[in-house]
């Protein structure tokens, strides 16, 4: 059984997204932030993991990099419903730059749940190849 590791600071993303992975058999671990993120790495193995681009104390692409520099083989899928509405960057190059800080592919929430098994699915079978959604 596969095992995916949630880390998001939103308690309803984090139940949507575990319900939706446990239905197809993934095994979930779902942490609150950065920090617990960090402590479930520690203590167990992933095949995938979801990592929120915004949350408090790791902002920005510093979850994307530090959660990759601590799991460098485990594919890392990054999220963000951060609006730009106020900023020159297109949301999607903005996603797409979390690339270069080491996920290997990305989803903008709100999302359907058979997109993030399509990305999930993926990251299982190529877990080294880096994709758009």
């Known amino acids: 059984m596969p095992r995916v590791l949630v880390v ?5 993303v984090c139940a949507a997204i575990e319900a939706c992975l446990q239905r197809q ?13 960090l402590r479930a790495l520690e203590t167990a193995a992933f095949d995938v993991m979801l990592i929120d ?5 790791m902002r920005g692409y510093e979850s994307i990099r530090v959660f990759h520099e601590r799991a460098p083989a485990v594919p ?17 190059e903005f996603l797409a730059m979390s690339l270069q800080y080491g996920a290997t592919r990305y989803l903008r929430k709100p ?9 999930v699915t993926e990251c299982l079978l190529n877990p080294s190849k880096a994709a758009r959604p």
């Open 25 to 37: 058999g993934f095994e979930t671990t779902v942490a609150d932030g950065g920090e617990s993120g």
């Open 53 to 57: 681009i915004f949350m408090p104390k």
């Open 111 to 119: 999302f359907t749940s058979s997109t993030l098994l399509a990305a």
């Open 76 to 92: 890392l899928i990054a999220m963000s419903g951060y609006s730009f509405g106020h900023l020159a960057t297109p949301t999607h």
């Open 8 to 12: 998001d600071d939103d308690p309803l």
